[in-house]
């Protein structure tokens, strides 16, 4: 990570309703910036509050959903130190001063069951992390808090970010698409997704390369994903992971970003 973090978690869940799993929480989390070359220039320091809900659930054996949604207030100062990063830009965000932080999150999905002997499943995901607008004093960039890993994709979530924000921190999203699953014999599974990727802000506020972007489109690209996961014995798994990306308009560089 970047900076010294330390935080308090209050979670409240319900499951008494198989239909309706209700969950409330409220996360505290506080940044501390260091003061250690590299690692330094993109320390944060910040009191980030958030407070969030979430609700899951079958219903009638065949449909499956959940939705959560996130609200996120504090403050946040955004540490770059021009000199010792020589020559790359100051990001727009890195004025030296807190601000005021407003962001919002939404994550959901919905899934078709068919209970058929090959588990058939086809589901619908949108996800929202809003982004920093350029032309308020307000950070309205959602903060991911510790939830930099690849939820959803091993090439995109990750490394894709580390001209726009920090390693993982994945924000100023829209996502969404279906998914295909289906298990096609014992010990195997399979999916196909592919989403539609879209910036909410066309200006990466925090970018270090902000050369890499277009400043004027939103369009990220459309997302490919196929993986084959088999159980080989109790003792040992295997997967093959593809993924392709063709970046849009959001980008300077239309190249065609592939992985496996």
Request: glycine share 6%.
């Amino acid at each position: 990570t970047d900076q010294n973090e330390k935080g308090a978690i209050l979670w409240i869940a319900n499951k008494s309703l198989p239909a309706a799993n209700v969950d409330g929480f409220f996360i505290y989390k506080h940044d501390s910036a260091l003061n250690d070359y590299p690692v330094s220039l993109f320390s944060d320091n910040a009191d980030i509050y958030t407070f969030g809900a979430s609700v899951s659930g079958l219903v009638e054996q065949h449909w499956s959903y959940s939705a959560e949604g996130a609200y996120q207030c504090g403050r946040k100062q955004y540490q770059y130190n021009p000199t010792l990063a020589a020559p790359f830009p100051v990001p727009a965000a890195a004025d030296g001063q807190f601000h005021d932080l407003s962001a919002f999150g939404v994550n959901s999905k919905v899934s078709y069951l068919f209970k058929d002997e090959l588990k058939d499943q086809l589901s619908l995901s949108f996800e929202f992390l809003s982004g920093d607008n350029p032309n308020t004093g307000t950070d309205e960039m959602f903060d991911v808090l510790w939830g930099r890993w690849p939820r959803w994709s091993e090439m995109y979530n990750i490394y894709s970010y580390v001209n726009e924000t920090r390693v993982g921190q994945m924000a100023n999203l829209y996502r969404f698409g279906p998914t295909w699953s289906m298990t096609p014999i014992k010990n195997m599974q399979f999916s196909a997704s592919y989403y539609a990727l879209f910036a909410d802000q066309a200006v990466p506020t925090q970018s270090t390369l902000p050369s890499a972007f277009t400043d004027t489109g939103t369009f990220r690209g459309h997302f490919i994903q196929a993986v084959l996961k088999y159980k080989f014995t109790q003792h040992m798994s295997g997967q093959l992971w593809g993924e392709l990306l063709f970046p849009g308009d959001y980008y300077v560089d239309r190249s065609l970003m592939t992985f496996l």
